[in-house]
């Protein structure tokens, strides 16, 4: 009973600190307007990514504590065992009655899935602009020049009943009656009232999806995927090292 109490009790304070985590990101200063190093700055880089290691701390601790308890329990045990022989077989098929049914269930419960994908009736439209392309991969055609084929991704989500739409600006007549839209690493500037448009879908109730990649950003340090997060606390970094002449040469 302490055991399963302490676990969950140490991630219940873990989930307390990490629910946080917004408001400090939003004390802390930008990126512009700090000079050199500051723990404002460590706060910065080290929150989110780096705060489970807050978890594994708050866990690690509770695991010393189990093994150091347990290894009372079983010293003390051991001493009752040499004065009265060892347990009992009852109490050894008592254990066996519970660990082994634990054991030939612990797969399927955590691994099975009885319910089918469905996504029948559901309308999902992908934006067609963006570093990539919709064509199908071909067989003997590999490399460098055959990467960022999308083409595949229609098929697949219809092959669970969605009906998929990939539409040229996003306008409004194709995000009417649709459930989710994806934007797939924009790289062109947005036309006036795009991205308007695209969070009054949200508003609605509706899902968006934004793929976007830590390697690029335009001159004026900003990308066309952190634009569409504008509204909220998401950002996708820039956190890659490049050479000083500029590409991937």
Known sequence: MYAPAAILAGHLCYLVVLSYVPDVVGAAPSHEAQQGWSWAGLARKAVPWNLSMLAGVIQLLVAAAMFRWSAVAAAAAAGGSRRSG??????????????????????????????????????????????????????????????G????????????????VISPDMSQEDLRDADAAVLIFPDQPW????????WDFVRRGGSLLVLGEHTTRDRDGKTRFNDALEPTQMRVAFDSATFAVGGWL
Not at 191 to 198: D, T, V
Request: glycine fraction near 10%; include cysteine.
């Open 86 to 147: 060892g347990p009992s077989l009852r109490a050894r098929r008592m254990l066996w009655a519970v660990v082994l049914p634990a054991v030939v269930l612990l797969p399927p419960i955590t691994c099975l899935q009885l319910s089918r994908p469905d996504l029948q009736g559901k309308k999902i439209v992908f934006y067609e602009k963006g570093f990539l392309n919709w064509l199908k991969p071909e067989h003997g055609n590999y490399g460098r020049l055959s990467s």
């Open 149 to 164: 084929m999308y083409g595949m991704l229609p098929p697949y989500l219809e092959s669970f009943g969605a009906k998929v």
């Open 191 to 198: 036309a006036a009232g795009q991205l308007e448009g695209i």
